[in-house]
């Protein structure tokens, strides 16, 4: 019997790949290729885009994790491309990414200065528990069908 492949996430590097390009970029870099300030604007605005909770609800979030005020105007104006010179302040980055559970704000500044991140071991724990629960209901969806398949073959003699 075969294996079967797993699909990759297409914007997910293999870790080989990403160390080679690491060690071409090495001491490499040209003019602008370390300015990510578009790329964390950008990945700010689908980590709000993706998680379950409001800006409002991030920005009250944030300000309990963190001890400082930040409201949605100013979580707005770290995501809008006309507010240029407002960015979030690095200290304010992993509040965000534990809030919302978009890490790739993070990892764009890792990437940039020649690092990568790993989740840590509990972020772990909670990934195979969410996909031995998907795993879970996908089991009983397939014995559902098992048994709904049978009784229609039962009902065809």
């Not at 700010?44 to 800006?55: P, T």
């Not at 930040?70 to 010179?85: L, N, P, Q, R």
């Not at 795993?135 to 049978?150: H, S």
Request: with cysteine.
């Amino acid at each position: 019997m075969s294996k079967k492949r797993r699909k990759s996430d297409s914007k997910q590097l293999n870790l080989f790949d990403y160390l080679q390009s690491v060690r071409a970029l090495d001491g490499k870099s040209s003019e602008g290729t370390l300015n990510v300030g578009s790329r964390i604007r950008q990945a700010l605005s689908e980590g709000i885009k993706q998680c379950q909770l409001s800006r409002h609800q991030i920005a009250g979030e944030m300000s309990h994790r963190i001890g400082v005020e930040v409201s949605s105007t100013t979580i707005d104006s770290w995501t809008a491309e006309s507010k240029e010179k407002n960015r979030i302040p690095a200290e304010y980055l992993p509040a965000f990414c534990m809030v919302t559970g978009n890490f790739e704000p993070l990892n764009l500044i890792g990437e940039a200065s020649g690092r990568f991140t790993l989740p840590g071991p509990d972020a772990l724990r909670g990934e195979i528990r969410k996909w031995q629960e998907k795993t879970k209901k996908a089991r009983a969806e397939v014995r559902k069908r098992e048994l709904l398949l049978d009784e229609l073959e039962k009902r065809r003699m």
